[in-house]
């Protein structure tokens, strides 16, 4: 039989690798998408190389936060210390690997589909290249906010106390807590970067337009976001009320 120390410390192992397994898929695939765009892109506009490069480069930037935000986490549950921690720490660092692994998902591939877009609209209007990067710039961070959802949440299960015995239910709490923000956070990431990606194709066909197309943008990705929102609400009702 395994002792509280062994299935605390054997929970928390599996959390990492579950927050920087499942945090590096959406990232790598942003990144992916990125430098394929530019690559094509350069196929037909081989003297934009400077301008598509260090677009790709931001945008891969970008898009890599989720999962650096993920490894944080991973490194946290790594090193942490299980001893004196009771049996319901183990279910927080569970649903802590799961709320940052999933929640990263989302964000890293709504900010791969933003930068390539970017690549690709930059080839196709240089003159508006400036524009076309800080709207990609806004899009993409954008699409990060339920990563950081994800993230903080992922902190106060790390860190918040626990009494010495629970019953089962305050378990599954923590585990839900995770899932929630996790779970919850995939669909906003994604819809956000598709709302930014199709604002930056605007804006690459009528540069003249950047402004509207901007407010058009925030209001979408605003209302896309919302539900990652109710997931952050219930997760923290998880935490502090059950």
Do not use: H
């Amino acid at each position: 039989m395994l002792d509280v120390f062994s299935y605390v410390k054997a929970c928390s192992l599996v959390g990492a690798g579950l927050a920087i397994g499942l945090g590096a898929i959406g990232s790598a695939i942003g990144e992916g998408l990125t430098a394929g765009k530019a690559n094509e892109t350069l196929s037909y506009r081989p003297e934009l190389a400077g301008e598509i490069l260090k677009t790709m480069l931001v945008g891969q930037a970008v898009a890599e936060s989720a999962a650096i935000f993920a490894l944080v986490v991973a490194m946290l549950m790594f090193f942490t210390n299980p001893v004196g921690k009771p049996l319901l720490a183990a279910w927080a660092f569970l649903g802590s690997g799961l709320g940052m692994g999933l929640s990263a998902i989302g964000s890293g591939i709504g900010s791969g589909f933003v930068s390539a877009t970017a690549c690709e609209g930059i080839g196709r209007q240089p003159a508006a290249k400036s524009a076309i990067n800080s709207l990609m710039l806004i899009g993409a961070s954008i699409t990060q906010s339920t990563a950081i959802y994800g993230f903080l949440v992922s902190l106060m299960l790390l860190f918040i106390g626990f009494p010495e015995s629970a019953d089962i239910s305050r378990s599954f709490a923590l585990l839900g807590a995770g899932l929630s923000t996790g779970f919850g956070g995939i669909g906003p990431g994604i819809g956000e970067g598709l709302t930014g990606s199709l604002a930056v194709t605007a804006v690459a066909r009528n540069p003249e337009q950047v402004s509207k197309v901007t407010r058009t943008m925030l209001v979408g990705q605003a209302i896309a976001e919302s539900t990652g929102i109710y997931a952050l609400i219930v997760a923290l009702l998880l935490i502090m009320v059950v």
